[in-house]
């Protein structure tokens, strides 16, 4: 069993860290400040990035993770544990303040980050992450999405990442990769279910 | 919406690229419980996440932290009760799913506001009951004051009083008689200081033995002709001592002799009592 998919798909988990967070929200759904401190202190590295990404401006950014956390601590209550595990609640929350964000400030450039290039920035991920083994744990599950999404054809890997991480609508990514749109709907869909087939393998 | 045309719209839905109206479509077959299409789209909600670890971790600013766990303190009572999750997802239900949204939403809102009411009503209760502690202590300030008012008054009457004997004593024309307590208490005495001028006159005896409730001591002004005329009734302390205050209208020079005796409570218009203190005029 390998710990990159601590909170994730079928049949792949670690389970000490993942009841850990759920035992956090809980926490924080009861109104505990010491249950926000230690998530936020887990998962703030990996959000900022996800923020960031999508912003593209680091001071947007933290005032997005700012603003997730704060959504986070006021409704954890609303996080269903049968959606999926709270990191993934995050990582979609995140998402999508993000989004709003670079959708109403207008000010965020697009930009395509290659799968490849991010492969040499693990020293950075190191350093961001909570504790070694927390790096260690985030490097490796870094290390195979990026296997995964290399396995990909490139239209469907620059589709998908367009879609996810620049919020871009479909009409959008169908006139930016000048695709027809049922080009784009079909690389999106097919992305995700190679990239799930692949996780399931583990 | 079949499961098969959701199935090809969730990996879509996941990552936001669905139209309304495809969206709603989805979301209400979701929200009917279809339990494949709601399994596949929380797989795909992960996959799409895992995406995120692709992206290094970066270093937010320690502000950030500051700040959050600064706002958490202040508004430490800001979370966010918790409810039914189906209330977060009426929007996205029609027909009869959407009428047992309705439902639950409806019991869940009475619930809150039962709870409401109930954390409203002890609230009430507390602040009825410090009211009335601070009625009780207003009460209990108002006798004190009240008390104080009359003590007020009272000392202010014997500081009258006081004056007023003072210039008695103090005028020019006053004529003392002086009263013995012959033949009943050899012990007794009694003064009454008589201002001319004002036809103010003051009596004060001593040694004169305490009278039960039922009766009272009588001063009688005896005139040369031996006609009684009651000049007031007073009582004495423990220590017998007592005092009377009076204006006369006749002249004292018709006055030969002065008595106390002692006569039922409040006085009568003929003496019936024995003589207590007497004295002549010289």
Redesign the interface.
Known sequence: MRQC?S????GLSVQSQSADDYVLMEA????D?AA??RL??KY???????C??IVNNRTD??EV??DV??EL??????Y?A????P??YL??LA??RA?DRKRSSKTGSLHQ?D?GE?AN??V??N???DSPGQAVE?AE??E???TA?ESLPSPQRKT??M???D?L??SE?AAKAQLPLGTV?SH??LG??H??DI?RKG | MMCQQAS?LI??Y????LSDNEARQLQSHLATGCPGC?AM?????????????????????PD??A???A???RH????????P?LL?RWYAMSGLAAAIVLAATLIAVSSYWHLLITQKNQQLAAMQDRLDAVKSNVNSLTAKYQAAVQTTALLQLQIKQSEMTRKMFMAKQLQVVALAGKPVDKHAVGRIFYNAKTHMWQFCAMGLKPLPPTKTYELWFITKDHTKKAAGTFNVDASGDGMLTAAVGQNMDQVSAVAVTDEPAGGVAVPTGSIQLIGTLQ
């Not at chain 1, 924080?28 to 109104?31: D, H, L, Q, S, V």
């Not at chain 1, 601590?73 to 609303?78: D, E, L, N, P, V």
């Not at chain 2, 430490?76 to 409810?83: I, L, M, Q």
Request: glycine share 8%.
């Open positions: 998919f909170w994730g798909v079928n924080i759904a009861a109104g400040p926000m401190d936020y202190k703030s590295g990996l959000l900022l990035a996800v960031q990404r950014a933290e993770l700012l956390f704060w601590w006021r409704r954890a209550s609303r269903e049968s959606r999926g595990a990191v993934t990582i979609t998402r999508s989004i980050v799968v991010l920035l693990n950075r991920a350093q961001a992450a985030f599950q870094g195979l999405i990026r999404m998908l990442e879609a996810y991480f919020g609508s479909h990514i709907k999106i869909r995700l279910i990239l799930r996780l | 090809e990996p879509l996941v990552v936001g690229g709601n789209l929380t797989e795909f909600t992960t996959v799409g996440a895992t995406l995120a670890l692709m992206l290094p971790p970066a270093q937010p600013n950030v932290h700040s959050l766990m706002r958490i303190a430490k009572d800001s979370v966010e009760p918790r409810t999750g977060r």
